[in-house]
């Protein structure tokens, strides 16, 4: 049951710096999350860049030791 003489002014400017604090933590979080983003897609492809050799007697050695 809520209360029958609610001043809905008062209240709200009662819980202004918690409402602030809130929106606060929630535009952090979104940020943190956008950079994680941005970060794991930048990495993406790192683990797929290989070198060639150089001459054809690294490629043989490559073959012999397989």
């Given at each position: ?8 002014e ?29 970060w ?26 397989n």
């Amino acid at each position: 049951m809520s209360a029958p003489d609610t001043n809905v002014e008062r209240e709200e400017k009662l819980h202004k710096p918690a409402l602030l604090g809130i929106r606060g933590v929630v535009v952090a979080v979104l940020l943190m999350f956008a950079v994680f983003l941005l970060w794991v897609f930048n990495k993406g492809g790192e683990q797929d860049v290989v070198e060639a050799p150089q001459t054809a007697a690294e490629v043989q050695a490559t073959n012999a030791d397989n």
